[in-house]
């Protein structure tokens, strides 16, 4: 058949042979007359199904799809029965298990019985020989184009609208402006507060506590030992309004390191404390939390984009898609002996966005 | 021609003679030394079961110098090959020898859980050695180890927080850099889970007593006998490992399946 | 179409004379016996690979009927409550209306969890089958013309598809649902200019808010299904005004379709074949887990889990970054004072 596509010519007179010889009656696919140029071979001959000569098959074939039937009819009905009979215990997973189990499966015989029984019908029992249907062009034929053309010429005749520009150009105006009252109407959807000096500040305050993630109880440095982790919020954050957005921004990563296996760059040399340094645990990819942490490499992997950030080296980038060390907070300790942060993150943080200039 | 293939044929000969004796000479080798390794061990336990402390440190210094010492030094102070020992405590010599972890197969990104090679006796002893080198984190109480009784939904929430983003939310497990991996805690004893958040093998990190209180690692450590308990509600589970595994399930055998039949429902019948 | 025609009724049986009365009903009312005589023995050729369309059309009015039910139990509220229903390790925690709805419906709703399996796999069957019949008709060239535009809407439909899985899937507001928003969020604020406004309006303030969940709720179940149903029936409108293709074969010519008619032959496969792939679909939900949400537990923007795993199994696993990693990569760190915005986009 790939010689056809080559020549149009010879395989439309080939298909119009086809055409003609397979519609009157349907076995007469063998009889190809095919044109000089393109043998197209022509339907092969009917092959007879078991059905189409055997009746007792046939009719065991007609058995059997009822049987499908029959068998949907039942699953359909063990389902409703499951739904009775495997209840859901409050509490109890066992039952939650039985119930999921048995209903579905009651519907999966409610369905296949009725699919695989009429797919079988159709294969087995109703006219198996292919049929032609003849192709047409998408295209409208010259006669209806032209119709339609002159249907668009009076159109416009008839409106002037090709011929009244100001009208024409006054209307395509407006309408290209009455959307804009929709545009502004979404301002609201937030607040009218600027995001920009949201995003630039966190809860943390200069000498708020560091407490443990949920329980909010302070941590003294004592409480670190080496290659320890905590998950920290600030104090006092459980309470405050926006409790999720601020800990959205404020989430920490406390760790104790040697405090000679530290690499502290200049201007940060109060950030630590005995070699207790914390991180903001929000990519500066695209904002997952970071806190995947290695105690004995010090590095920080981050689970959405497989960042990694080195503690060693002020949480510097080693690996994966994001551009940015995560931000240090400062932080020091009272006079109790509890971590404090001595301010906020010095740059915003997580992940980038077209304000955030330093 | 003739002379050149019999040299060929010769020369591999020779090549394949050499390998299969040195295997044999090596696993000769390799059987006396364990037997006889094993049978020193095993004497050495049954002499001196009825012992008091001091002779269980004994005996633990035995075992440490006969196992652990090439790698940890007999002082304890560590190696190139391995790190050392003082001030680890109980618990930790307890988790790494318990969990078959120690002593070490053969060196990789990490210790891997294997075949414990020590009887409970032997364990107490090489843990009851080491914390007497050098005070340590102990092996935790027993009334933290029931799996039972505390509160699953506090344990489940510091579990989310402290280990799920290594370890994964239902426990199965997760990669880390190069090779490295948290382990899946699924069927983990609750001492060994209990150890493993005090002392920090490798590179988890340390959770001691003040970060999560003994009774928070009970609440951990029921949260995860609930995990292994409690039969998955929905089904199969594809390992829990979330919307990656369900994914490719639905393409290879939801997709497979679905095209299984189109080719069948499209196929001329007999 | 027989039935139809009418002009002998005296003759036939009681049934028989029923079915013409109505036919004629509603023909005298609809004209109806046109497109039943313009389609009822349309031909469509048969090959497998012509039938991975129709599973995912199929899938989607699983979606929608599994949808359905959902939307009568889901509650679009990121309201905080305190969790009290039956899952124990959840019990007294702090979490939206969204995802105590969606325990209660896995947990104390016969079906529920039935249901929303079901829903889940449809939804990735949904896209997957979508992805495969756009390879065969890439790979049969069957986008060329006549048949570009639709190319195009299916491509369109494809896009939704994968809205409609994003917006789904952020629903339940659990740990894994959080994160994919938060992804979008950090997406969305490096759009250069109007980032950080687009994801300061889209979620009603600082991430993640209290809005977004009925938000994405709504473009979920009322505005992307609507824009599906439109352009899937115009996507089967040029189909048919096309006509399939077909592979090439003995008596295949540019000029024929060969195959079945839809009455009867195509119509029972066709038909059959949706009660297929609902019964695959739900073979598949009842006896596989997806979605767990109660293992996510709820959103906690400072929680995450490890996602791309590869373990569970004794061997050293490597996360998938590692297997590219040739030792390292410079130090990406801009010195921060001196980094411009648009560099880092």
Same mark, same amino acid.
């Given at each position: 058949?790939?010689?056809?596509?080559?020549?149009?010519?010879?395989?439309?007179?080939?298909?119009?042979?086809?055409?003609?010889?397979?519609?009157?009656?349907?076995?007469?696919?063998?009889?190809?007359?095919?044109?000089?140029?393109?043998?197209?071979?022509?339907?092969?001959?009917?092959?007879?199904?078991?059905?189409?000569?055997?009746?007792?098959? &046939?009719?065991?074939?007609?058995?059997?799809?009822?049987?499908?039937?029959?068998?949907?009819?039942?699953?359909?009905?063990?389902?409703?029965?499951?739904?009775?009979?495997?209840?859901?215990?409050?509490?109890?997973?066992?039952?939650?298990?039985?119930?999921?189990?048995?209903?579905?499966?009651?519907?999966?015989?409610?369905?296949?019985?009725?699919?695989?029984?009429?797919?079988?019908?159709?294969?087995?029992?109703?006219?198996?020989?292919?049929?032609?249907?003849?192709?047409?062009?998408?295209?409208?034929?010259?006669?209806?184009?032209?119709?339609?053309?002159?249907?668009?010429?009076?159109?416009?005749?008839?409106?002037?609208?090709?011929?009244?520009?100001?009208?024409?150009?006054?209307?395509?105006?407006?309408?290209?402006?009455?959307?804009?009252?929709?545009?502004?109407?979404?301002?609201?959807?937030?607040?009218?507060?600027?995001?920009?000096?949201?995003?630039?500040?966190?809860?943390?305050?200069?000498?708020?506590?560091?407490?443990?993630?949920?329980?909010?109880?302070?941590?003294?440095?004592?409480?670190?030992?080496?290659?320890?982790?905590?998950?920290?919020?600030? &104090?006092?954050?459980?309470?405050?309004?926006?409790?999720?957005?601020?800990?959205?921004?404020?989430?920490?990563?406390?760790?104790?390191?040697?405090?000679?296996?530290?690499?502290?760059?200049?201007?940060?040399?109060?950030?630590?404390?005995?070699?207790?340094?914390?991180?903001?645990?929000?990519?500066?990819?695209?904002?997952?939390?970071?806190?995947?942490?290695?105690?004995?490499?010090?590095?920080?992997?981050?689970?959405?984009?497989?960042?990694?950030?080195?503690?060693?080296?002020?949480?510097?980038?080693?690996?994966?898609?994001?551009?940015?060390?995560?931000?240090?907070?400062?932080?020091?300790?009272?006079?109790?002996?509890?971590?404090?942060?001595?301010?906020?993150?010095?740059?915003?943080?997580?992940?980038?966005?077209?304000?955030?200039?330093? | 021609?003739?002379?050149?293939?019999?040299?060929?044929?010769?020369?591999?000969?020779?090549?394949?003679?050499?390998?299969?004796?040195?295997?044999?000479?090596?696993?000769?080798?390799?059987?006396?030394?364990?037997?006889?390794?094993?049978?020193?061990?095993?004497?050495?336990?049954?002499?001196?079961?009825?012992?008091?402390?001091?002779?269980?440190?004994?005996?633990?210094?035995?075992?440490?110098?006969?196992?652990?010492?090439?790698?940890?030094?007999?002082?304890?102070?560590?190696?190139?090959?391995?790190? /050392?020992?003082?001030?680890?405590?109980?618990?930790? /010599?307890?988790?790494?020898?318990?969990?078959?972890?120690?002593?070490?197969?053969?060196?990789?990104?990490?210790?891997?859980?294997?075949?414990?090679?020590?009887?409970?006796?032997?364990?107490?002893?090489?843990?009851?050695?080491?914390?007497?080198?050098?005070?340590?984190?102990?092996?935790?109480?027993?009334?933290?180890?029931?799996?039972?009784?505390?509160?699953?939904?506090?344990?489940?929430?510091?579990?989310?927080?402290?280990?799920?983003?290594?370890?994964?939310?239902?426990?199965?497990?997760?990669?880390?850099?190069?090779?490295?991996?948290?382990?899946?805690?699924?069927?983990?004893?609750?001492?060994?889970?209990?150890?493993?958040?005090?002392?920090?093998?490798?590179?988890?990190?340390?959770?001691?007593?003040?970060?999560?209180?003994?009774?928070?690692?009970?609440?951990?450590? /029921?949260?995860?006998?609930?995990?292994?308990?409690?039969?998955?509600?929905?089904?199969?589970?594809?390992?829990?490992?979330?919307?990656?595994?369900?994914?490719?399930?639905?393409?290879?055998?939801?997709?497979?399946?679905?095209?299984?039949?189109?080719?069948?429902? /499209?196929?001329?019948?007999? | 179409?027989?039935?139809?025609?009418?002009?002998?009724?005296?003759?036939?049986?009681?049934?028989?004379?029923?079915?013409?009365?109505?036919?004629?009903?509603?023909?005298?009312?609809?004209?109806?016996?046109?497109?039943?005589?313009?389609?009822?023995?349309?031909?469509?050729?048969?090959?497998?690979?012509?039938?991975?369309?129709?599973?995912?059309?199929?899938?989607?009015?699983?979606?929608?009927?599994?949808?359905?039910?959902?939307?009568?139990?889901?509650?679009?509220?990121?309201?905080?409550?305190?969790?009290?229903?039956?899952?124990?390790?959840?019990?007294?925690?702090?979490?939206?209306?969204?995802?105590?709805?969606?325990?209660?419906?896995?947990?104390?709703?016969?079906?529920?969890?039935?249901?929303?399996?079901?829903?889940?796999?449809?939804?990735?069957?949904?896209?997957?089958?979508?992805?495969?019949?756009?390879?065969?008709?890439?790979?049969?060239?069957?986008?060329?013309?006549?048949?570009?535009?639709?190319?195009?809407?299916?491509?369109?439909?494809?896009?939704?598809?994968?809205?409609?899985?994003?917006?789904?899937?952020?629903?339940?507001?659990?740990?894994?649902?959080?994160?994919?928003?938060?992804?979008?969020?950090?997406?969305?604020?490096?759009?250069?200019?109007?980032?950080?406004?687009?994801?300061?309006?889209?979620?009603?303030?600082?991430?993640?808010?209290?809005?977004?969940?009925?938000?994405?709720?709504?473009?979920?179940?009322?505005?992307?299904?609507?824009?599906?149903?439109?352009?899937?029936?115009?996507?089967?409108?040029?189909?048919?005004?096309?006509?399939?293709?077909?592979?090439?074969?003995?008596?295949?010519?540019?000029?024929?379709?060969?195959?079945?008619?839809?009455?009867?032959?195509?119509?029972?496969?066709?038909?059959?074949?949706?009660?297929?792939?609902?019964?695959?679909?739900?073979?598949?939900?009842?006896?596989?887990?997806?979605?767990?949400?109660?293992?996510?537990?709820?959103?906690?923007?400072?929680?995450?889990?490890?996602?791309?795993?590869?373990?569970?199994?004794?061997?050293?696993?490597?996360?998938?970054?590692?297997?590219?990693?040739?030792?390292?990569?410079?130090?990406?760190?801009?010195?921060?004072?001196?980094?411009?915005?648009?560099?880092?986009?």
């Amino acid at each position: 058949m790939a010689d056809d596509h080559g020549d149009t010519a010879g395989s439309k007179a080939a298909g119009k042979d086809v055409a003609q010889h397979s519609a009157p009656a349907y076995d007469a696919g063998t009889a190809v007359v095919a044109s000089e140029e393109v043998p197209n071979p022509g339907f092969p001959p009917y092959r007879p199904r078991v059905t189409d000569l055997d009746p007792k098959v &046939d009719k065991q074939q007609e058995r059997r799809v009822s049987a499908l039937f029959f068998v949907s009819i039942i699953g359909s009905v063990l389902a409703v029965a499951a739904y009775i009979v495997f209840p859901i215990i409050p509490g109890d997973m066992d039952s939650v298990r039985n119930n999921t189990l048995f209903l579905g499966l009651g519907i999966t015989l409610g369905l296949l019985g009725i699919g695989i029984g009429a797919v079988h019908w159709s294969k087995a029992l109703m006219e198996g020989h292919d049929l032609v249907e003849q192709r047409h062009s998408t295209r409208g034929s010259e006669e209806t184009r032209a119709k339609a053309l002159e249907v668009f010429t009076l159109g416009n005749k008839e409106s002037g609208f090709g011929r009244r520009t100001m009208l024409r150009n006054t209307l395509i105006g407006a309408l290209v402006v009455t959307p804009l009252p929709a545009i502004v109407l979404f301002r609201d959807l937030a607040p009218a507060d600027d995001p920009v000096k949201l995003l630039k500040h966190t809860f943390w305050e200069p000498g708020m506590r560091l407490t443990r993630d949920p329980s909010g109880t302070p941590i003294k440095a004592s409480d670190l030992t080496l290659g320890s982790a905590f998950q920290v919020i600030p &104090d006092g954050i459980n309470d405050s309004e926006h409790r999720i957005e601020e800990k959205a921004k404020a989430a920490v990563l406390l760790v104790r390191l040697k405090p000679e296996e530290l690499e502290i760059s200049e201007g940060r040399e109060n950030w630590s404390y005995d070699g207790i340094v914390a991180y903001s645990k929000i990519c500066t990819h695209v904002g997952c939390p970071v806190a995947l942490y290695e105690q004995q490499t010090h590095h920080l992997l981050c689970p959405c984009h497989q960042s990694q950030f080195d503690i060693k080296r002020e949480a510097a980038v080693i690996f994966g898609p994001a551009k940015r060390p995560l931000p240090q907070l400062p932080i020091s300790v009272d006079s109790e002996g509890y971590l404090i942060a001595t301010s906020d993150f010095m740059e915003p943080i997580g992940p980038s966005f077209w304000e955030r200039q330093l | 021609m003739a002379t050149s293939a019999a040299r060929a044929s010769r020369n591999s000969r020779a090549v394949g003679r050499r390998h299969p004796l040195a295997t044999v000479a090596l696993l000769l080798v390799a059987l006396v030394g364990t037997g006889g390794a094993y049978a020193l061990f095993t004497s050495s336990a049954t002499a001196e079961t009825s012992a008091s402390a001091e002779a269980l440190v004994e005996e633990g210094g035995k075992l440490f110098a006969a196992n652990c010492a090439t790698c940890h030094g007999l002082d304890l102070e560590g190696t190139t090959q391995g790190p /050392t020992l003082i001030g680890v405590g109980a618990a930790a /010599t307890d988790f790494q020898v318990g969990t078959g972890r120690m002593p070490l197969a053969i060196s990789g990104p990490q210790a891997e859980k294997k075949p414990v090679q020590f009887t409970e006796e032997q364990i107490l002893a090489l843990s009851v050695f080491v914390a007497a080198q050098g005070p340590g984190p102990a092996i935790p109480a027993d009334m933290y180890l029931t799996g039972k009784g505390y509160d699953v939904s506090n344990g489940a929430e510091l579990f989310r927080i402290n280990c799920a983003m290594c370890h994964n939310v239902a426990g199965a497990g997760g990669a880390l850099t190069e090779g490295k991996f948290a382990p899946s805690l699924a069927d983990v004893t609750p001492k060994h889970a209990y150890e493993a958040m005090l002392t920090g093998p490798q590179n988890m990190p340390v959770f001691n007593d003040t970060n999560l209180s003994p009774e928070e690692k009970a609440d951990i450590i /029921t949260y995860l006998k609930y995990l292994d308990e409690t039969p998955s509600v929905g089904g199969f589970t594809l390992g829990s490992l979330g919307p990656v595994s369900e994914g490719l399930f639905i393409w290879i055998f939801g997709l497979g399946a679905i095209v299984a039949i189109t080719v069948w429902l /499209t196929a001329k019948s007999n | 179409m027989t039935t139809t025609q009418t002009p002998d009724a005296q003759s036939k049986s009681r049934g028989q004379r029923f079915t013409s009365a109505a036919a004629n009903y509603i023909d005298e009312r609809t004209s109806i016996s046109g497109l039943v005589k313009e389609v009822g023995r349309k031909i469509f050729p048969d090959h497998w690979s012509f039938m991975l369309g129709e599973v995912a059309l199929y899938s989607f009015i699983v979606i929608l009927l599994s949808g359905t039910f959902l939307t009568f139990f889901f509650q679009a509220s990121m309201v905080e409550v305190h969790y009290d229903g039956s899952y124990a390790p959840l019990k007294g925690i702090e979490m939206s209306a969204a995802m105590a709805s969606t325990l209660d419906i896995s947990f104390d709703i016969r079906g529920g969890l039935l249901m929303r399996q079901v829903h889940h796999w449809a939804a990735l069957l949904f896209v997957a089958s979508i992805g495969l019949h756009m390879l065969r008709v890439y790979f049969t060239g069957a986008f060329r013309k006549p048949r570009e535009i639709n190319w195009f809407i299916g491509f369109v439909l494809f896009i939704l598809a994968m809205a409609e899985g994003f917006t789904g899937y952020s629903l339940p507001d659990d740990l894994l649902s959080g994160n994919g928003l938060r992804i979008i969020d950090g997406m969305v604020k490096g759009i250069p200019v109007i980032g950080t406004w687009i994801s300061y309006l889209l979620f009603g303030g600082e991430f993640p808010g209290v809005d977004i969940v009925s938000r994405l709720y709504i473009l979920h179940i009322m505005l992307l299904p609507a824009i599906i149903i439109a352009a899937l029936g115009v996507h089967m409108l040029l189909l048919v005004i096309n006509k399939h293709t077909q592979f090439a074969g003995p008596g295949h010519t540019n000029d024929n379709v060969v195959g079945s008619p839809v009455m009867p032959g195509f119509a029972a496969k066709a038909g059959g074949f949706f009660f297929i792939v609902f019964g695959v679909i739900t073979l598949i939900a009842s006896t596989f887990s997806i979605n767990p949400v109660w293992v996510y537990g709820p959103y906690d923007p400072s929680l995450f889990q490890q996602v791309l795993n590869l373990t569970g199994t004794s061997d050293s696993p490597t996360a998938p970054c590692d297997l590219f990693r040739p030792g390292g990569r410079p130090n990406g760190s801009v010195s921060p004072g001196r980094s411009t915005s648009l560099r880092r986009w």
